[in-house]
């Protein structure tokens, strides 16, 4: 089975700090992506990634920057942490071909800001 | 662009009971469409998708879904629910891109025994 690993379940930062928040796959796909989930607004694609070095804005990149160097890893990155992301975030991969167009998300990580 | 609706925020059934999910979506071509149930604090697991082929389709722990192209719908179904299903069930459509998927704000099921 395809393995998404989000390293920080919980997270507590102050308004300002820089956060990252990280995640592994396993499974040697190309596509990975960031959601943010919040009540009643389901999710929202923040940033995607189809490749190494390659990054593409999703629906709310406000805010937001994210890193790939390795294929396995991509990080979203909170370069000033503001109260209103306060948020779940949710990070999923994909192989890259049609047939198989299915996310498998990690277990999310809840990031609380002060 | 692409847009689902989960008509139901809250839905409430007894155990034993049958269960449907309203799911609508909007988009140009023939969608890819998914339903995936979230269980309190943890991440989204795939229950079916429809690609192609049967408009009927099976997923796990019991669930079916049925594709109609003339409503623009993709409902999930299920003819007797479990304690165990009470969760948020989430609809999503996409069109095959690079660009993942767009999701519905989901419906929270409640079980009552």
């Known amino acids: 089975d395809v393995k998404v690993t989000q390293s920080s379940r919980y997270l507590v930062k102050r308004t300002g700090e820089k956060v990252f928040l990280e995640c592994v796959q396993d499974?040697?796909?190309?596509?990975m992506f960031w959601y943010r989930q919040d009540p009643g607004l389901g999710l929202r694609l923040i940033y995607f990634?189809?490749?190494?070095?390659?990054?593409e804005k999703g629906d709310i990149p406000e805010g937001y920057s994210v890193s790939r160097e390795k294929k396995e890893r991509f990080s979203l990155i909170l370069e000033s942490a503001s109260t209103n992301q306060t948020s779940m975030y949710l990070c999923?991969?994909?192989?890259?071909?049609?047939?198989?167009?299915?996310?498998?998300f990690g277990a999310g990580s809840r990031l609380t800001v002060l | 662009a692409q847009s689902v609706t989960q008509p139901d925020i809250h839905i409430t059934v007894s155990e034993g009971a049958s269960l449907e999910l309203r799911c609508n979506y909007s988009?140009?071509?023939?969608?890819?469409l998914f339903w995936y149930v979230q269980s309190p604090g943890q991440g989204l697991q795939l229950l079916l998708k429809?690609?192609?082929?049967?408009?009927l389709v099976q997923g796990i722990k019991g669930f079916e879904a049925e594709f109609k192209r003339s409503q623009s719908s993709f409902n999930l179904r299920k003819p007797s629910v479990h304690w165990s299903d009470a969760a948020e069930y989430f609809c999503?459509?996409?069109?095959?891109?690079?660009?993942?998927?767009?999701f519905g704000k989901g419906t929270h099921l409640i079980i009552q025994p």
């Open positions: 999923a991969s994909r192989p890259p071909f049609i047939e198989q167009n299915v996310l498998t």
């Open positions: 499974m040697d796909h190309e596509n």
């Open positions: 990634s189809y490749d190494v070095k390659m990054k």
């Open positions: 988009y140009g071509a023939t969608p890819y």
């Open positions: 429809y690609f192609s082929g049967d408009t």
């Open positions: 999503a459509v996409s069109g095959g891109g690079a660009d993942g998927l767009t």
